[in-house]
């Protein structure tokens, strides 16, 4: 290798800041919103060297925040203006990929028109060629996807300003070294480049040696950790019974508020739905969430208002709730060290807590690694059942019995008590105080409820809405909204119309959360959901109060304001004569417009109009 200077790096520098670090001011403004304000050993020594232009090599280990040494400065190297592939980032998995990803864009989230791809293997090649195409700046890829799209010409790096390879002797030991040697060498020579590596073996110095000019080398040991106030479980649960395992788990918790963390940002949108159906106050924070929502979200946790919390890593950093008493990992982090930050949001300020780990039967080499990193051994429990969920909510309720009987005021319901005995002879009191404990918890009886029945993936599938199929597009959009008549909604309450859809991003889980976290509902509150290109319509049959419908309309759902207002429904087609017709009597109002088809159709930008999703939450 070229002479280096070697600077160690073993213990976080006292006294130094984010603010230190001469970050650009959107970087800097995105680190301490995402709750960054002592940067890590790694970080502290990396940053200061690339934003000065330098190589660097990193002997570095997952867990000491690597992550944001390459990609704070790998974010100031890239101009959003310029729509040209501007950085590469060389991950050996895909999980990986897809983390850093996800953690580049919560870093550039103040920086306007800078767009980040995962690109890996086992995902269609169409929807990254159009994200590559579309002028993404940052391309965080596994190095056999990263090749193939350089085969076919979907990915030129003749601009690229900045090569990070993240985990290098991992890439080596999967067979990636002669790819990772061809990307870097179809880049420009005058990159800069940053290697982190676990360790340095002979053939990680030659790439070292090969592609970088002049490197800083930084090597920092990880700090073994260990949280020995928090009982560490794990319970062995199959992927699609997960959702119902967790409402379970958390209907027997005693804790005053939880944290469930999932791995990417649609897990956490589909999770807090599957909880709020459910009938559970919980909420979701992922890098899809603006900071100010973000703020207002962990408020509303700090206050009570919302006892679950389901986030991703990235989104949880500098999360501190006292509240919190149990962390639930629906998903195996993908390293051992993320499960050390994970569990330590409980357990806080002397006090204990619990950490449940959901293992899939094939993750067991997953959670041996986590207990050899802790130095602990996990307890294996088993999830409660819908018995034992009704039996503590029985147990919760008789335990209110003696605070309410000294509170009087009963003879109304000794009354009726003894007039039902006395008009039912074959039932005693105890049958009577057996089956009003039983309506008391919810339990109608043996038929399954779908909030305990062991489908436990009943509500997801609810929440998930389901892509139109089949029909060509017939007719023209008479009032521009996109909509088909047959698309109307069943008239059961009012509907109102949402300025967000499909061309949006907008998912169904998304706009569950932002109405029932926004209005105060609950699933059961909502009627049909329909998600059309460009707006979408929801039936509330109990309808909103001014209060609702004012906050409704402030929140947002991919990133756009959702715009709440009573829908009047679409137009109706021009008579040939051209004279207007009167409006329509009814729910939905109509005015004149341009033809319509035959069919009385609509088309939205030369689509087929009718919704392409379409859900009723219960």
């Known amino acids: 290798m070229p002479e280096t200077t070697q600077p160690t790096?073993?213990?976080?520098?006292?006294?130094?800041?984010?603010?230190?670090?001469?970050?650009?001011?959107?970087?800097?403004?995105?680190?301490?919103?995402?709750?960054?304000?002592?940067?890590?050993?790694?970080?502290?020594?990396?940053?200061?060297?690339?934003?000065?232009?330098?190589?660097?090599?990193?002997?570095?280990?997952?867990?000491?925040?690597?992550?944001?040494?390459?990609?704070?400065?790998?974010?100031?190297?890239?101009?959003p203006e310029l729509r040209e592939v501007q950085a590469i980032v060389l991950a050996p998995t895909r999980e990986l990929a897809m983390q850093v990803a996800e953690a580049l864009?919560?870093?550039?989230?103040?920086?306007?028109?800078?767009?980040?791809?995962?690109?890996?293997g086992g995902s269609p090649y169409l929807p990254q060629q159009r994200a590559i195409r579309g002028g993404a700046q940052v391309i965080v890829g596994t190095p056999g996807r990263i090749i193939d799209h350089l085969d076919r010409g979907s990915l030129k790096l003749d601009s690229v300003r900045f090569l990070a390879l993240d985990e290098a002797d991992e890439m080596l030991r999967m067979g990636f070294v002669d790819d990772v040697d061809r990307i870097a060498s179809a880049t420009p020579a005058g990159k800069q480049v940053a290697l982190f590596s676990a360790t340095m073996p002979p053939a990680i110095r030659r790439v070292a040696s090969q592609h970088l000019v002049d490197p800083v080398e930084i090597t920092v040991s990880r700090q073994s950790s260990t949280v020995t106030s928090v009982r560490q479980t794990y319970a062995v649960v199959p992927f699609r019974h997960k959702a119902g395992a967790l409402a379970r788990v958390l209907a027997v918790s005693e804790a005053d508020a939880a944290i469930v963390f999932v791995r990417t940002r649609s897990a956490a949108e589909d999770v807090a739905v599957s909880l709020v159906?459910?009938?559970?106050?919980?909420?979701?924070?992922?890098?899809?969430?603006?900071?100010?929502?973000?703020?207002?979200?962990?408020?509303?946790?700090?206050?009570?208002?919302?006892?679950?919390?389901?986030a991703t890593d990235v989104a949880a950093r500098g999360l501190d709730i006292d509240r919190i008493g149990l962390v639930v990992n629906f998903d195996v982090p993908g390293e051992p060290e993320a499960y050390v930050h994970r569990i330590g949001r409980t357990g806080r300020a002397g006090r204990?807590?619990?950490?449940?780990?959901?293992?899939?039967p094939n993750e067991q080499g997953k959670l041996r690694a986590i207990e050899r990193t802790t130095r602990q051994q996990l307890e294996q429990i088993q999830i409660p059942s819908p018995a034992d969920v009704s039996a503590h909510r029985v147990t919760q309720l008789l335990g209110r019995v003696p605070a309410r009987s000294e509170l009087g005021r009963l003879d109304l319901y000794r009354t009726a008590a003894a007039e039902f005995l006395a008009a039912h002879p074959e039932v005693d009191t105890a049958e009577l105080v057996a089956v009003l404990a039983a309506l008391a918890v919810g339990d109608e009886g043996p038929a399954p409820r779908p909030t305990e029945g062991d489908d436990l993936d009943d509500a997801l599938s609810r929440a998930h809405l389901t892509p139109e199929r089949g029909g060509a597009p017939r007719g023209r959009d008479s009032a521009g909204d996109g909509r088909r008549s047959a698309a109307r909604t069943s008239g059961t309450g009012p509907r109102y119309r949402l300025a967000v859809g499909q061309q949006h991003g907008a998912q169904p889980g998304a706009i569950v959360g932002a109405l029932t976290n926004e209005g105060g509902l609950t699933g059961k509150d909502l009627g049909k959901i329909d998600i059309f290109s460009t707006f979408s319509l929801v039936e509330i049959p109990g309808g909103l109060s001014t209060e609702a419908f004012d906050r409704i309309g402030r929140a947002r759902v991919a990133g756009r304001p959702l715009r709440i207002r009573v829908d009047e429904g679409p137009r109706a087609p021009r008579p040939s004569t051209g004279a207007s017709r009167p409006p329509h009597s009814g729910t939905s109002h109509h005015s004149a417009g341009r033809p319509a088809g035959r069919d009385g159709g609509y088309r939205d930008g030369g689509r087929d109009a009718r919704p392409r999703h379409t859900s009723t939450p219960r």
């Open 352 to 360: 204990t807590g619990e950490a449940l780990t959901f293992v899939t």
């Open 105 to 120: 864009e919560s870093f550039a989230s103040r920086m306007p028109g800078l767009e980040v791809v995962p690109v890996y």
């Open 9 to 79: 790096a073993t213990a976080e520098p006292a006294g130094l800041t984010f603010a230190d670090l001469d970050l650009p001011a959107p970087l800097r403004e995105a680190v301490l919103g995402l709750g960054f304000t002592t940067p890590t050993a790694i970080q502290a020594e990396a940053i200061p060297a690339l934003l000065a232009g330098r190589d660097i090599t990193g002997v570095a280990q997952t867990g000491t925040g690597k992550t944001a040494a390459f990609g704070l400065p790998l974010l100031a190297a890239v101009d």
């Open 277 to 310: 159906e459910r009938g559970v106050a919980a909420a979701y924070i992922s890098g899809d969430v603006a900071q100010g929502d973000r703020e207002k979200i962990v408020e509303r946790v700090r206050s009570g208002a919302i006892n679950v919390l389901v």
